[in-house]
């Protein structure tokens, strides 16, 4: 275990730098983070809002996104979530969840030519749709799922 | 002349001792492990807080209830609930306020809601149980009398039923009872969940697929680090538990799957935790209450040693029979405000493989050899100990303390009905 962390800990080691770079100044925007921070987006309350910050429009869902999530999450808190996007020129993966208090959860940006894949794991607020958006070629394309949120019984 | 002979007789007496204790230095145990020797332990103090209080919250936040159930029985005190009596009087027909009744069946901040065991007609809302049966025609089915009497106390006509007597242990009042029999009345026509994850008749029994070894997915693992970490710690005499235990790895691979034993100096059953609390204090002179983060570490540290070995309790003695004997007639106790017994909802002849509302009841078999584990609905690290303490505060219960001999004996009927399960520790669970 003490291995996977070192190597887990080489790994981050390894960002850090780029980021102190950043951080420094030493790095254009839009060279390694391209992506400014979406302020609106992340604060916005309702799932249209969010989407609008996005530059959404006109979006069209897609059998070229694979949406994986539980169909149920015994814990809201960590709910594994991974896109993949299949369509080429896939610039940015945004993924939502409609009945979060804040429904944008994260947007990850791509540069050219890396593969539209993102894994992660979501807090969900309660039972959702949770909607994965794909920019590719300035155009939006999305996929859905439900995933329903175990509500307890005895208490734990 | 007969002293030399003796002399090598008590040698040989004590390296045997010695070898039969699985944790001294292996280069010794190639003897067979017989009589397990008495590895010294602190027997006069109790291994934790006292008086015992109840945890406020778990180490992420999460509350626990503060409410003492002084009335009803428990693991330690029988015979405390109120007895069995029929209902008082009441007029027929019962009259109370549908509406009011629907949202006590629905509520779950009293009582646990009805609908976590019954499906209830088409305004049951998400994530329905199914321990109970379907109530959806109820009111078309039972008369007033019936249902009043049902909801005070299902013992009055179902000696057998898991129920909690609603009335009779004073979780509704009276006219709380008479609204929920109004909403009951109400329910006439069958209602069918079509969607299959919603319907808990069809609904898929949870997965557990997580890798419980990946620290990067189990916050556990980093109680395993620790628990290395205190292990080669001297301790407050200057000693560690490495300085005797040299090659743990070995020593330890299959330790933790003996456990819990019967212990005959203490007359009752030890686990893992409640042995390091006192081995700790006869060894190294640290003082390690059971619950305290050293505790657990150490607890995950000696559980993980023994991953892959099959559990394998030590019920030779006459002591550990009656333990388990004991554990066993516990298990069928009812305890507290909601008056359930472990085997209650954890068996397949009563109701393990249901629902109560989104969460599955287990069977007994096949839950306990991931302890201590992670719990992601908590937030915090639970020996088993504490995952019974809060099986108890769940169905209102008065927990007791985690080194109590009643808990002795459970875990080691848990042990016995877990025979061959593989340790996998720690373990992450919902």
Redesign the interface.
Known sequence: ??Q??RR?LKAIGSVIPLAAAAGAGLLRAGDAFAATWNKAGFDAKAAADALKSLGVTGAQPSKDIVLTTP??A??G??VPVTVTSKIPNTQSISIIVEKNPFPLSSTYDFSSGADGYVSTKLKLGQ?SNVVAIVKADGKFFTATKEV?V??????? | MSAVPLAVGFLIASLGALCGSSFINPALSAQPATARSAAPLELEKPASARPWQRYKVDSQGSSWPQTQWNNFTNLANAGVSPPMHAAPAFSLPVEGDAERGRLLAYDRARGGSCVVCHIMGKTTPAQPGNVGPDLSTVGATRDDQFLFNYVYDPRIYNAKSIMPPWGAFGVYRLDEVRDIVAFLKTLKEPYAITDKNENPNTRPAPVESRDNLEPTENPAMFGLDSGREVFTRKGANGKSCAACHSAPEIAFKTWAARMPRYEPRLQRVLGVEEFITRHARATTADEMLMQSNDNVALSIYLHNLANGAGISPDLSSAGARAALANGQTLMKRKVGQLNMACVDCHTREQHANKWVRGQYLVESKGTTAHFPTWRTSRGDIWDIRKRFQWCNVSVRANELPPDAKQYGDIELALAALNKGEKINSPGIRH
């Open positions: 275990m003490q996977i962390r887990l169909d149920i015994e814990n808190a960590q039972t329903k175990t509500i307890g019984g005895c208490g734990g």
